[in-house]
Structures are given as C-alpha cells and as structure tokens.
C-alpha cells in the first residue's frame, strides 16, 4: 500500500516563498511520476506540477515561480513555490501516477492522493 504525505504548507505574505514536501512510503517510488495539484474552496482540483523520468511539467499559472524536484533516495518529492500571491490559496495534494499511465495534467490519471496541505496567501 502506497502512502504520501504533505507537509510544509502554511500562511505566508504575498511575495513570500513555500517549499511543500511529499514523502512516499512503498517500493519503486523512482519508477512513477509524481504531481502536485490544488484545489481552493469552491473549484475544482487543477494541476501545478508534475516530475517524470522525461521532464517537469507546470501550469501556465504557476510556471516560472514554481520548481518541482524528487529525491529518490528519500521517497520525497518537492514543490518549491515562490513569489507567490494570493490566489495561489489552496490545499496543495501531491499525487502519484497510476500503472496505467495517463496525462500528467489529469488527476484521473493518478491513483494514490496524500491528505493535503493548507497553503494560504494574504494579501
């Protein structure tokens, strides 16, 4: 059984930076993508970012600002955020991909969620 859990979220002042950590329990962790979605009160889950053996990926909303690393020795993954405003509220879930594979982009493609961060933004 897979389990991720969040940390690192908290209330920062806009401009202000947050590293959001995810650690895995379970065996081949290095072997799957890992993602980062968010979700504020009222919307839909969307996606921040994702790490794969091809790449990283970022929504346009956050790229630039943002940097998603893994270290796999440790069965963690990391989102880096900085700069960041107020709109960037939200409960932060890291997510790892499904054996089927699938877009990152998608939450349907991930099968195993954590619990969520908070990460607030005041203005």
């Known amino acids: 059984q897979v389990q991720l859990v969040e940390s690192g979220g908290g209330l920062v002042q806009a401009g202000g930076s947050l590293r959001l950590s995810c650690a895995a329990s379970?065996?081949?962790?290095?072997?799957?993508?890992m993602g980062w979605f968010r979700q504020a009160p009222g919307k839909e889950r969307e996606f921040v970012a994702a790490?794969?053996?091809?790449?990283?990926y970022y929504a346009d909303s956050v790229k630039g600002r943002s940097a998603i690393s893994r270290d796999n020795a440790k069965n963690t993954v990391y989102l880096q955020m900085n700069s960041l405003k107020p709109e960037d509220t939200a409960v932060y879930y890291c997510?790892?991909?499904?054996?089927?594979?699938?877009?990152?982009?998608?939450?349907?493609?991930?099968?195993?969620w954590g619990q969520g961060t908070q990460v607030t933004v005041s203005s």
């Open positions: 379970g065996r081949s962790f290095s072997s799957y993508a």
């Open positions: 997510a790892r991909i499904g054996d089927g594979g699938g877009s990152y982009y998608y939450p349907g493609s991930y099968d195993y």
């Open positions: 790490i794969s053996w091809s790449g990283t």
